[in-house]
């Protein structure tokens, strides 16, 4: 089966400029999340998606940060106006849906995020 | 808060030189514990999950197991293909699913 797949895999923008970030789930993952590794820090939770409604987005650091998963297949992260500390790698992945809610996460290769 | 810590930052070694890399971890409640191993420029890669004290689960020459408060991932007679970093992660019982990660060791293996 084919993985996660993200695009871009690197985005060089100025401060103050628009970035989205798009993520395509394994198929028939219902479970769909981002996190994000900023450098020298550990990978952290952004938001999770169960299909196309938002259940946890509680990582996301401000409101400069949009997450879609229209028709609870692909998704976007969008960052608008970046700023300078938004650089880091973003990491989109996904799960199936269980009865124990304990399958292992996915992950995509990841957007490496610079903003100048 | 459910946290995570992984020790050493880094370890090389010697190919063959059997060694253990430590995680451990408070939460709550766990619902699982969760090793990955990354690569440059990649995604993390699904190892293992680990669900109660005193489980163990091996894959070549990588085996897990778990106590109450920490797991371990012993490599035995390591090759240079081993070299990667090794993450480790929890996820807590309750409404959400998501896994809180430690910043991971990286593991060199000289040939």
């Known amino acids: 089966e084919a993985g996660v797949t993200q695009f871009p895999s690197h985005s060089v923008i100025e401060k103050g400029q628009t970035v989205t970030l798009r993520c395509d789930p394994i198929?028939?993952?219902?479970?769909l999340y981002w996190y994000r590794r900023v450098m020298g820090k550990e990978i952290k939770f952004l938001l999770h998606?169960?299909?196309?409604?938002?259940?946890?987005e509680s990582g996301m650091p401000n409101n400069r940060f949009l997450a879609e998963r229209t028709g609870g297949t692909y998704s976007t992260l969008k960052v608008q106006p970046a700023e300078l500390e938004d650089s880091g790698v973003y990491f989109c992945?996904?799960?199936?849906?269980?009865?124990?809610?304990?399958?292992?996460?996915?992950f995509g290769n990841g957007t490496r995020l610079t903003v100048t | 808060e459910d946290q995570v810590t992984q020790s050493p930052e880094a370890l090389r070694l010697q190919e063959g030189e059997s060694s253990s890399l430590n995680c451990s971890y408070t939460?709550?409640?766990?619902?699982?514990l969760f090793w990955y191993r990354q690569d440059p420029g990649k995604g993390p890669e699904f190892l293992f999950t680990?669900?109660?004290a005193g489980e163990e689960k091996e894959k070549e020459r990588l085996k897990a197991t778990l106590t109450k408060k920490e797991s371990f991932l012993h490599i035995t007679a390591p090759k240079p293909e081993d070299s990667a970093t090794y993450l480790c992660?929890?996820?807590?019982?309750?409404?959400?699913?998501?896994?809180?990660f430690g910043k991971g060791i990286t593991l060199s293996v000289r040939p």
């Open positions: 992660a929890v996820r807590s019982t309750g409404a959400n699913s998501k896994l809180t």
């Open positions: 992945a996904s799960s199936r849906q269980t009865g124990t809610g304990n399958s292992p996460l996915h």
């Open positions: 680990l669900y109660s």
């Open positions: 198929s028939g993952h219902d479970n």
């Open positions: 939460v709550s409640g766990l619902r699982g």
């Open positions: 998606f169960v299909k196309e409604s938002k259940q946890d």
